[in-house]
């Protein structure tokens, strides 16, 4: 049966994704798929997808919101549009998004299938279903916006959806992974993120399979309008604790700036160190470029952690939005010229790893080995320490936000003491 592997809490956040940065999420998400991919294979990549603190930590190091919704609408796109044109090399199809386009879902799955050779049919009417469980047989206050669905050659698929609960200002994530699902309707969830708000009527728990056939049973015996007045009746009586015992759960905050208590400072440290070692010996020539090769390591070893990282990993996805900041300036400016660094690099190690040759690969790879050896005594300054020198050097690193580029920091002051 599928596994449930935790919840989040994700404020809702207004804004967009501007078209500078909506364009390189595509193609820096694009290329560690393929990674990936090469290195783990695509039923891997679904496994990852369909894990809600990976999912989130990938949204942050592509420079979106850290903490919000957001990520979830963002990071569907950008593999839809980043993943199309390798479509047929990948064997990896995204289908579905927000609004009308979670419509087409069915319709574009029917389309994959004539096309690749797998039942396209019976996937939309996975999709429909999963949709309908979603937003019918767990009742939980949050009205379904979004429906993604990602799917294989080999008709494999994971389905990341999202509710929303505007009174509240809160969203829910959910997650499906097709690998062991047997049953639509009973525990067919990998995970649900969102917070802990009071009681849920989950009728797809397998503790629940008694009351469906019950209440199959109850509206043919009683009818419609008795069955309701005995469940108003019931309705009063005080509810018994849940059984299950509770999953792992991340509550993401609803501020927007990046604190220390938001960030494990050990790994932080340690992928800083991993990147000042390691860097010299792996990326000589990338080095020479003036003021942006050494700060594009330290992006790329938190690009290696999120390839080849651990579950348990990704337990703080603030600290990936320390490679790339964020487009509102949380925690810094996105700095263009690291983030088109990065994307350059990973495709050069990604194209030449499919012609044979992965000593690039393996070079990133080296800067995730290195970081986790030195965990447990890197040191370094507070994580409020990085995000302010970041912001320092913010235009010389092409900074930029939806407020626009960064100015350098000289005439800033310069203009404050006139």
């Not at 397998?206 to 199959?216: D, E, L």
């Not at 080095?287 to 594009?296: D, F, I």
């Amino acid at each position: 049966m599928p596994h449930r592997s935790g919840s989040a809490d994700l404020p809702l956040h207004g804004g967009r994704v501007p078209a500078w940065l909506a364009a390189r999420m595509a193609r820096l998400g694009a290329v560690i798929v393929e990674a990936i991919a090469h290195h783990y294979g695509r039923d891997e990549l679904l496994r990852r997808l369909a894990h809600p603190f990976w999912f989130q930590s990938f949204g942050a190091v592509m420079g979106m919101d850290w903490h919000s919704s957001g990520i979830t609408t963002s990071v569907i796109g950008a593999l839809k549009r980043g993943l199309a044109p390798m479509a047929g090399d990948l064997g990896l199809h995204v289908c579905g998004g927000r609004g009308a386009q979670s419509r087409r879902t069915p319709h574009e799955l029917v389309a994959i299938g004539d096309a690749v050779g797998f039942d396209g049919d019976a996937l939309a009417r996975a999709s429909r279903l999963v949709a309908k469980v979603d937003s019918a047989a767990v009742q939980d206050g949050f009205d379904l916006y979004l429906h993604g669905f990602v799917v294989t050659d080999d008709g494999h698929w994971v389905v990341v959806q999202q509710g929303m609960n505007a009174e509240r200002r809160q969203a829910r994530r959910y997650h499906w992974l097709s690998e062991g699902l047997t049953s639509f309707v009973e525990t067919p969830h990998a995970a649900i993120d969102g917070e802990r708000q009071g009681t849920i009527v989950n009728l797809t728990d397998r503790r629940a399979a008694a009351s469906r056939r019950s209440q199959i049973a109850l509206l043919g015996a009683l009818g419609p309008e008795r069955l309701a007045r005995e469940a108003g009746r019931l309705a009063a009586r005080p509810a018994p604790p849940p059984a299950e015992p509770l999953l792992p759960h991340l509550a993401m905050p609803a501020h927007h700036d990046v604190r220390d208590e938001d960030v494990i400072a050990r790994r932080l440290h340690a992928t800083l160190r991993a990147a000042a070692e390691r860097g010299p010996q792996d990326f000589a020539e990338l080095l020479l470029t003036p003021g942006v090769g050494a700060r594009t390591v330290q992006s790329l070893a938190m690009v290696a952690e999120v390839v080849h990282g651990a579950p348990y990993r990704f337990s703080d996805p603030a600290r990936f939005s320390l490679a790339h900041g964020g487009k509102d300036r949380h925690p810094y400016p996105v700095p263009v010229k690291v983030y088109d660094e990065t994307i350059r690099v990973l495709k050069s190690a990604v194209a030449k790893a499919r012609l044979g040759r992965d000593e690039e690969l393996a070079a990133i790879r080296r800067l995730d080995d290195q970081a986790r050896r030195l965990e447990c005594d890197a040191t370094g300054p507070s994580v409020s320490a990085v995000i302010a020198a970041e912001r320092d050097r913010s235009h010389a690193y092409g900074g930029r936000s939806v407020f626009g580029w960064e100015p350098p920091r000289a005439k800033t002051a310069r203009r404050g003491r006139a």
